[in-house]
């Protein structure tokens, strides 16, 4: 379409070609000026290196003081405060959290024991005098 119209007579305006063409005018216009602007195709962030990104040796400093010893059963928030007492800062609680997901060890750091399931022991009785139980106390 854009050819069209860069090739028509002179004498045929461009709200004349742009009506028997079913166009708007100020789409034409826009686009003939996108196209002579040409700027470069946006760069998504995702993909682009952020500037004020830890390095690998920091990120893995942080990986070895969250596994220190005193460290290692404290959740993010506390392990920042207990630093910043020492008068250290390595990351926001934030980044330490997203460097422990990126480990795999997000979620609850100290060692808990697992769920237990007590049954309710259930007694059947086919016969009289078959189950017999504790007298209660009162």
């Known amino acids: ?63 070895e003081t969250l596994h220190d010893a005193p460290y290692c059963d404290q959740p993010p928030a506390e392990v920042y405060q207990r630093l910043l007492e020492k008068d250290q800062y390595l990351c926001s609680v934030s980044t330490m959290h997203r460097l422990l997901r990126q480990q795999g060890e997000h979620g609850e750091r100290r060692p808990q024991r697992p769920a237990q399931h007590h049954a309710i022991p259930r007694l059947l009785a086919l016969a009289p005098n078959e189950v017999w139980s504790p007298p209660l106390s009162r």
């Not at 002179?10 to 063409?21: I, K, N, Q, S």
């Not at 079913?22 to 002579?36: E, I, Q």
């Not at 682009?48 to 690998?56: I, M």
């Open 1 to 63: 379409m854009n050819v069209v119209l860069e090739q028509r007579p002179d004498r045929v305006p461009m709200t004349l070609a742009c009506e028997v063409l079913g166009l708007n005018r100020s789409t034409v216009y826009r686009r003939r000026k996108r196209a002579v602007e040409a700027r470069p195709p946006r760069r998504s962030r995702k993909n682009s290196v952020q500037p004020r990104a830890l390095s690998t040796q920091e990120r893995e400093h942080v990986i």
